[in-house]
């Protein structure tokens, strides 16, 4: 039998609105409307926020100077997008991913994919093994994020670790992990995240034990 993780629709939602929202879910801190702004160290990603968004003011930290943070204006076009996905008060353990992001078009739903990976996923090689992995204090958006690599035939696995920080327990990390070398080569095919370094799939025999029948 084949695995099906959902079909494609093709609502039109401007490439701003869904890079911007990928973005702030991941790096973003959008605790009211005069308080939505954006931290990155990834010049790829400086450089693209900086293009779609003129109208953010945009500043670099004192010091850490390769480090820029972005404060948008009440009346920006992210800020009313934010409000219309009850996205404005949410902290990063609340964060969810829009329903809007479910009914896009494959190429969009890669595009919003990329850019959200580009936040706090990464992308390792590891001598002969692969590692595909995205982290957030949000277990219903590392859900969501997992039915939608699913979409596009990327499986994965959900971990809960328990995070500390100087010693002190803060908020646990749910990590998902992508599985198998068919869903890993499926994905550094179709998604291209900014900032993350370009790996091959090993030419080794590989050993899966996830789809078969135990001994």
């Given at each position: 039998?084949?695995?099906?993780?959902?079909?494609?629709?093709?609502?039109?939602?401007?490439?701003?609105?869904?890079?911007?929202?990928?973005?702030?879910?991941?790096?973003?801190?959008?605790?009211?409307r005069?308080?939505?702004?954006?931290?990155?160290?990834?010049?790829?990603?400086?450089?693209?926020?900086?293009?779609?968004?003129?109208?953010?003011?945009?500043?670099?930290?004192?010091?850490?100077?390769?480090?820029?943070?972005?404060?948008f204006?009440?009346?920006?076009?992210?800020?009313?997008?934010?409000?219309?996905?009850?996205?404005?008060?949410?902290?990063?353990?609340?964060?969810?991913?829009?329903?809007?992001?479910?009914?896009?078009?494959?190429e969009?739903?890669?595009?919003?994919?990329?850019?959200?990976?580009?936040?706090?996923?990464?992308?390792?090689?590891?001598?002969?093994?692969i590692?595909?992995?995205?982290?957030?204090?949000?277990?219903?958006?590392?859900?969501?994020?997992?039915?939608?690599?699913?979409?596009?035939?990327?499986?994965?696995?959900?971990?809960?670790?328990?995070?500390?920080?100087?010693?002190?327990?803060?908020?646990?990390?749910?990590?998902?992990?992508?599985?198998t070398?068919?869903?890993?080569?499926?994905?550094?095919?179709?998604?291209?995240?900014?900032?993350?370094?370009?790996?091959?799939?090993?030419?080794?025999?590989?050993?899966?034990?996830?789809?078969?029948?135990p001994?």
């Amino acid at each position: 039998a084949l695995k099906c993780g959902g079909t494609f629709d093709d609502v039109s939602v401007p490439k701003e609105r869904i890079i911007g929202t990928a973005y702030l879910l991941g790096d973003g801190s959008m605790k009211s409307r005069l308080q939505v702004t954006m931290t990155a160290a990834c010049p790829d990603i400086i450089t693209e926020f900086s293009v779609l968004f003129p109208e953010a003011h945009k500043a670099q930290r004192t010091k850490a100077p390769h480090i820029y943070y972005f404060r948008f204006p009440t009346a920006s076009a992210i800020v009313a997008w934010l409000e219309e996905d009850n996205l404005i008060g949410k902290i990063s353990d609340t964060k969810t991913i829009p329903s809007w992001v479910f009914s896009l078009s494959k190429e969009d739903t890669v595009l919003f994919i990329s850019r959200l990976w580009a936040t706090d996923g990464s992308i390792k090689k590891y001598h002969k093994q692969i590692s595909i992995t995205y982290a957030s204090c949000s277990k219903v958006m590392v859900l969501q994020l997992q039915s939608l690599l699913a979409k596009l035939n990327i499986f994965s696995t959900l971990r809960h670790k328990q995070a500390f920080c100087k010693g002190v327990r803060c908020k646990d990390v749910f990590e998902l992990r992508v599985e198998t070398r068919a869903s890993c080569k499926t994905f550094l095919d179709l998604i291209q995240v900014p900032g993350k370094p370009v790996v091959c799939i090993p030419q080794t025999l590989e050993n899966n034990n996830r789809d078969v029948v135990p001994i």
